[in-house]
């Protein structure tokens, strides 16, 4: 968990840019943006309410999984909902979800919205929807959709639409060479709010941390897929280039023309060595890929990353063989796996030290982090002060001043990314919060929201201003829409033991 902090602290503006920018702006979010007005319920007991309305835990859980599994994939590393919740990445998660509710109430309440013929004209010139001569195909559309998490094409249309009028309304605020009147006035609000609070940082302690044989045996039970040998592939490999080492015009027609031909002998469903042999192309086999590591490639005729990015597709289709793939230096190759092994749990007594040094730490973590929950109720409900818990454990209360939304360098060396973002959660002072860091729990009052004078927006408008408007759009229309997250009942729906 701490190596898991500790990379999420260094690409923390990457991650927080992807899950609430990307899903926000993105053209089509295929997989990733949540149906949520679909998932809003009624509920006695929901954390998030906006806009008069209470948001679903079931779908504020659907939509959390979505986004952790973008941040793993987009990092190369996988995250459990146990790590996001630690991790701080709930908030960030529920939060871009609402920013999508209050965006998509305030497009429609301007009267911005999609037509049918508008929706199915950006459907039929989507590039994941069309076939290899660039026409839509509407089993493909099918299949992309259902292996995107749609059960029906319905949802999916509705979806495209709100995400649209998002877009549309987001171009309104960010239009121009150099930013509006409004956007001025936004950003001039944003970019000078800071933040100051009281701290302290509860250590991990490990050493406190006991346990027994039974302890680290129904905690590798529970956790098998930690301890689990890696996902292993033999495949075959079919490569198609230019022959000789020039690339004449010659050279390139013959390479066209076997390209041709092998997409005709793939449609008709002959195998690889069939196809080798009507091409007079050798087979490359290659065992034990390992579709995490690029070294388990031994070869050269193909990018290793071209190899790993397709077994990954096939991996998730349950598909055999590959289509024709062109690579960045204009091979072509297919890809057929043979076999696939691995994947067995290691018995426990090989992996009892890892196992007990992954119970130690994840125990010490659970302690400080119920330790620091009880702090922040108590300090909320006015029965203790941070003073009364620091002196319960022996610590300093330290200050923290003038903290921004984007903390310059001189910030980040006095507190994590991760730290500063949680000031900027609450919304009045003196509330109390924490946030898992590195180092402990950081459990903070906030003393004071102010905003400096004179930070004024650049007339010049770039990229980085661009998405700063977009930022404090969405976080105004947030106060218009009285969105409220109950950050205790929040932590309530994933009890992490």
């Known amino acids: 968990m701490k190596r898991l902090y500790k990379h999420l602290a260094e690409n923390l503006k990457t991650i927080l840019f992807t899950i609430v920018m990307l899903i926000l702006i993105f053209s089509f979010g295929l997989w990733g943006v949540a149906d949520v007005i ?14 008069g309305q209470k948001i679903s835990n079931v779908a504020i859980d659907s939509n959390f999984k979505k986004d952790l599994y973008f941040i793993g994939q987009q990092n190369n590393t996988s995250i459990s909902l146990e790590d996001g919740v630690r991790a701080g990445l709930l908030n960030t998660s529920v939060k871009k979800m609402i920013s999508e509710i209050a965006l998509n109430t305030e497009a429609d309440s301007m009267g911005i919205r999609v037509s049918d013929d508008l929706a199915a004209k950006l459907i039929a010139e989507e590039p994941y929807f069309q076939d290899e001569n660039g026409n839509f195909d509407a089993e493909k559309f099918k299949s992309v959709i259902a292996y995107s998490g749609y059960r029906k094409e319905k949802q999916f249309i509705d979806n495209l639409k709100q995400e649209k009028a998002r877009v549309n309304l987001l171009s309104i605020i960010t239009s121009g060479a150099k930013p509006l009147a409004y956007s001025k006035e936004l950003l001039n609000k944003y970019n000078s709010e800071v933040r100051n609070a009281k701290y302290i940082i509860l250590p991990i302690e490990e050493s406190k941390v006991e346990f027994s044989d039974e302890d680290l045996t129904k905690y590798y039970n529970e956790n098998l897929h930690l301890y689990r040998e890696p996902v292993l ?7 198609l280039s230019s022959s000789g080492e ?42 034990n890929v390992d579709p995490m590591n690029a070294d388990s490639v031994k070869t050269e005729l193909v990018a290793k990353q071209d190899i790993l990015g397709t077994l ?13 793939k062109e690579t960045v230096n204009g091979e072509f190759f297919i890809v057929r796996i043979d076999e696939t092994k691995g994947n067995e749990a290691k018995p426990f007594a090989k992996v009892k030290e890892e196992v007990k040094d992954k119970y130690i730490s994840q125990k010490a973590e659970d302690l400080v982090r119920e330790k620091a929950v009880a702090a922040v109720k108590q300090i909320n409900a006015s029965e203790k002060t941070l003073e009364d818990i620091a002196k319960e454990e022996n610590l300093k209360v330290q200050t923290s001043s003038n903290f921004h939304r984007r903390p310059t360098i001189e910030e980040l060396s006095k507190l994590s990314p991760i730290a500063i973002a949680q000031l900027f959660t609450k919304e009045k002072e003196g509330e109390a919060g924490l946030s898992i860091i590195e180092e402990g729990v950081f459990l903070f009052t906030l003393n004071e929201i102010d905003y400096e004078e004179n930070k004024e927006v650049s007339e010049q408008k770039d990229v980085n201003t661009s998405y700063t408007i977009m930022e404090a759009y969405a976080n105004s229309l947030l106060d218009k829409y009285k969105a409220k997250i109950n950050y205790n009942a929040l932590d309530k729906l994933y009890e992490v033991e």
């Open 38 to 51: 679909r998932n809003i319920l009624h509920t006695q007991n929901a954390a998030v309410e906006i806009n």
């Open 246 to 287: 020039e690339k004449s015009e010659e050279a390139e027609d013959e390479l066209l023309s076997k390209v041709d031909l092998a997409e005709n002998l793939l449609f008709d469903e002959l195998s690889i060595e069939e196809i080798s042999e009507e091409l007079g192309t050798d087979i490359i086999t290659i065992k």
């Open 233 to 239: 592939h033999d495949i075959s490999v079919l490569v």
């Open 312 to 324: 990954l597709e096939l991996s998730s289709t349950e598909t055999a063989t590959s289509e024709l």
